[in-house]
């Protein structure tokens, strides 16, 4: 069983490297670094309750024994001790592009998926949703690129 903070508080960064185009970004997570602890805390809340699940019936019948981090580990402090050491990301990194108004700092596109001081570039992915969706960002991504399309298809 694994637990998953779905709707993570802590944001990371992408950046570049310099100007040349051939350079990967600089991709920094930031997991659990939201200052008042929800996420840590979130995923607290889940191990409680992937543990009891595994406890009931009929599940607990099919279930071992705890591999990590281990029915012994049972202090809030360890947990979370365990939660910092072992935390990973679930790969539905969204936000970097934001929407908004040209005049709000956290925006890069417009509603429109026009990149904000460009004439020509447009995002339409996973990057434009300010928030990340509790299920996969697939089908968000879809729907911002059909957006665009039929946006774009108006305007010629």
């Known amino acids: 069983?694994?637990?998953?903070?779905?709707?993570?508080?802590?944001?990371?960064?992408?950046?570049?490297?310099?100007?040349?185009?051939?350079?990967?970004?600089?991709?920094?997570?930031?997991?659990?670094?939201d200052r008042a602890g929800h996420d840590v805390a979130v995923l607290l809340d889940g191990l409680r309750l992937a543990r009891r699940v595994a406890r009931a019936q009929p599940l607990a019948g099919f279930v071992a024994r705890e591999l990590t981090p281990g029915a012994r580990t049972a202090?809030?402090?360890?947990?979370?001790?365990?939660?910092?050491?072992?935390?990973?990301?679930?790969?539905?990194?969204?936000?970097?592009?934001?929407?908004?108004?040209?005049?709000?700092?956290?925006?890069?596109?417009?509603?429109?998926?026009?990149?904000?001081?460009?004439?020509?570039?447009?995002?339409?992915?996973?990057?434009?949703?300010?928030?990340i969706p509790r299920a996969n960002t697939n089908f968000s991504c879809f729907l911002s690129g059909w957006r665009a399309g039929m946006r774009l298809g108006r305007r010629r």
């Open 1 to 33: 069983m694994l637990v998953f903070a779905l709707t993570p508080r802590s944001r990371g960064r992408l950046s570049l490297h310099g100007a040349d185009p051939t350079q990967p970004p600089r991709i920094e997570l930031g997991l659990l670094t």
């Open 75 to 131: 202090s809030v402090a360890a947990l979370r001790r365990f939660i910092r050491a072992e935390v990973t990301n679930y790969s539905h990194p969204v936000g970097t592009c934001a929407t908004g108004a040209a005049d709000d700092p956290a925006a890069v596109v417009g509603p429109d998926g026009r990149v904000h001081g460009l004439r020509n570039v447009y995002a339409a992915d996973a990057s434009v949703l300010r928030r």
